[in-house]
């Protein structure tokens, strides 16, 4: 199994949609989670860190289950910009750099 | 501000070469990551380092894979002999330590093709 999956999509919702990501991580001991966005071609970059009682920035809301070890990614009014990849990222050593990433989700957002 | 550096951007090779790719992270940062890229596989963690000493390579698939941190400003990805299946983007990384070191800040790729 690995350790962190989502849904590869792709997800084609039209402009102004809400659309919502599910991703699930293996290690019940994994400490910190994120969101990283990926451009075509792109590099990935963070997009928001995943806090336990969850958090929002503007259109954007995560939100983080330990009991379930799922982390959601909630975008309302979606954007043509935000047509991207999105990938899930947990920590799953306390005190260690290392990332994992999940293999990313999809998203086109068509006008 | 200089983010982290990557060079070759790009670069076609026949197999059985060698090839190195380079490496110049973020000022300050201690933290370096080799990330790798395929359709297939997503994004792997290769090896990372802290203050140049390799702390984690057991992402590295094989011994043709080596990589090096000779100084906080420069790492290098060495694959020899390289093969078709090495073809994938490698990014680096960088993060500095502590709570702000939970951003990681990835160069612009090198496009690897192994033909």
């Known amino acids: 199994r690995k350790e962190v999956e989502q849904d590869p999509g792709p997800f084609n919702v039209p402009e102004g949609a809400t659309v919502a990501f599910n991703c699930t991580y293996s290690n019940s001991a994994s400490q910190s989670f994120f969101w990283y966005r990926q451009d075509c071609r792109k590099e990935p970059k963070l997009l928001m860190s995943?806090?336990?009682s969850g958090n929002e920035d503007g259109r954007f809301t995560a939100q983080l289950n330990r009991a379930s070890q799922y982390i959601s990614l909630l975008i309302r009014d979606s954007k043509l910009s935000d047509s991207a990849t999105y990938l899930c990222?947990?920590?799953?050593?306390?005190?260690?750099?290392?990332?994992?990433f999940g293999q990313g989700t999809r998203l086109t957002i068509n006008p | 501000d200089a983010g982290v550096i990557q060079s070759p951007r790009h670069e076609v090779t026949e197999m059985g070469q060698e090839v190195t790719l380079r490496c110049k992270p973020i000022?300050?940062?201690?933290?370096l990551f080799w990330y790798r890229q395929t359709m297939m596989r997503g994004l792997e963690l290769l090896i990372y380092?802290?203050?140049?000493?390799?702390?984690?390579d057991s992402g590295m698939p094989e011994d043709r894979f080596s990589a090096k941190m000779p100084n906080a400003s420069f790492s290098t990805l060495k694959i020899q002999p390289s093969e078709p299946r090495d073809s994938a983007v490698y990014f680096c990384?960088?993060?500095?330590?502590?709570?702000?070191?939970?951003?990681?800040?990835f160069g612009e790729g090198s496009w690897l093709t192994v033909v």
């Open positions: 995943v806090y336990s």
């Open positions: 990384a960088s993060s500095p330590s502590g709570v702000s070191g939970n951003t990681i800040y």
């Open positions: 380092f802290n203050n140049n000493v390799p702390i984690d």
């Open positions: 000022s300050g940062h201690d933290y």
């Open positions: 990222v947990v920590r799953t050593i306390q005190g260690a750099q290392k990332l994992v």
